[in-house]
């Protein structure tokens, strides 16, 4: 805490500085490698400037696999795919030249030279020797929440190639709408790319039905053709993803055999999760499959995996058959043959596949690559065991969560993941030396249940998803958020320049102000005894956390607030019999990630620490149904009275919603 309370003024001042620094080459038009994202790995900025004729880049002089470059470069030790993708860029009074090893090398190396000239048409004289930290630096779009079209998805392929993003994930598929044309199973795309609802948000108010021309869309195969060209012309691969088992109710409305039965073995249950008792399942999944794969050139195909209840599972007859048959002893081990049956047969066409960490329960599937969300714990844990790892945890690479203070946004998923977080996460930190050659990179995330426009998307995708490019491609001794934040503004101002809609961090407001205050009150530093124990998960900081003088932020992960899956009641000893004048506490509410006020709030002091009285009860005035925003509330009371212990309950009460209680700071003077 002390080094977030220390950098926040200096951060402040020295991007002054750096925004004065800027200005000066910006008003002279003059640019140069350094004012680039991704940041290059070794630049040389010399005397002159260079004018750049046209757009069309036919003056530049590119040489792709020239015997004395390479010669030049074999004493460097670089690995396979850092050679694949390097460049060195020269500009000097005779002109551009691009040397690079392969095409892929000569393209990052013009993608470098346009992102110069888009900020200025004047360039220093330079050279830039270059290449990426990881092989892998992606983004995923989810177009199954709110559809995307194709124009939107070549419009986004145009601005992540220009830093340096090589891997767009599509997440073509989920209970809110299928966004892929499927010829063998037509049902898909005319029943279940439309539902009763324009929004994600509607159609789960209006009981998530699905209802053929009315809200929705999907990507016919003609426009994924457009876009794997596009895509394919700016270095860029394109992933699918096609869900499963879970996250598949819009399948199984569109195609009930492939769901579940009750007991009684014939009537359907419409979840999320496919059966994988049934043969349907696989003979449908592998159709559809066949025609992903047949459209899509990725070497990878993303097959979901995530968030399973499997609850249908356990009474299915065909599901008890299945195990029995298989010899599998839980739902996580059927899940996991299920899995594994896929991949097998993606590996048969030649691919293989990717899919969200939980593929790791009950036996990861061989040769499959994990992309670790839940947390980075898991992806540490594939590649010890010989799997390949993408890094996106959703605590610094989900691109949903707020990126400002939560009033000061528009509705988002809950949590808070600033820009300054997002440039933070080191996708290696932690990883033991010898698995590291399995992690391939990072990935942000853009879930879309509460973003309905295209708008929104793009406000929550910049300019945080260029601190995902540069912590791809960037060494980490190269990374230096203060210089980064200088480069972004006359990246976002050439994006809103040219139709795009990115967040001005200008106006950013900043982390939750009392998180910056050490607050000073009479319980500083005392004990608390638990008579129902906080969350493991969200403890805050432990045992310490409710009278540490620190306070939480706009995020109840990763902070201190603490949280309690549960009422709550916990005592604390100030020490010695003192005057008490109030007594209180912030609480944290987010409907949306099952966070709510308690219902009541009782006070109770005491002398010795055996006689309890109630001093206060509070009653929460504040009706929260129908909401889901994130918002603060300061629950306390004036008192007049002298104790040695107090004692906070609150109860969750009977309101439906109740899952978790988050407070911080229980402050006493
Ligand atoms: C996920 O966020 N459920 C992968
Ligand atoms: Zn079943």
Redesign the pocket.
Known sequence: MNGILSSVPSAYLSLGLALCMYSLPLASKTVGPEDIIPRPVKTEVKEGTYVLPGNDFSSVRVQVGDRRFARELSSMSLEPYQKDELYRLTIDSYGVKIEALTEDGAYRGRQTLSYMKSLSDTLRHCTVLDYPRFRYRGIMLDISRNFRDKEYIMRQIDVLSKVKINYLHLHLTDDAGWRMQIDSYPRLTSVAAYRNGETWQDWSANGRTYEPATHGGFLTKDDIREILEYAEQRHMTIIPEIEMPG?SRELLVAYPQLACTEEDGTTRVITSDVCPGTEATFEVLEAILDEVIELFPSKYIHI?G??ASKGSWKKCPACHKRMEEEGLSSVEELQSYLIGRIARHVEDKGRSIIG???IMQGGLAKNATV?S??GVTQGAEAMSLGHDVIM?P?AWC?LDYYQDAPMHQPLAIGGYNPLRRVYSFDPADGIPENDRAHLLGEQG?L?AEFIPTAEHNEYMLYPRAMAIAEGGWSPLERKDFEDFHRRIIPLTDWMTENGYHPFDVRKEYGDRPESYRRVQHLALGCPVTYRIPFSKKYHGGGQTALTDGKQGGWSYMESAWQGFNSDVDFTVDLGAVKPVHYVGAWFYSCLGNWIALPETTEIYLSTDGENFECASTLTCQIDETGRRDTFFSMFGSPLNAEARYVRVKCYRGTKPYHGFIFLDELVVN
Do not use: V
């Open positions: 996250h979901g995530d968030e969200w960490d939980e992309l969300w839940r996106a959703s989900y995330n879930w």
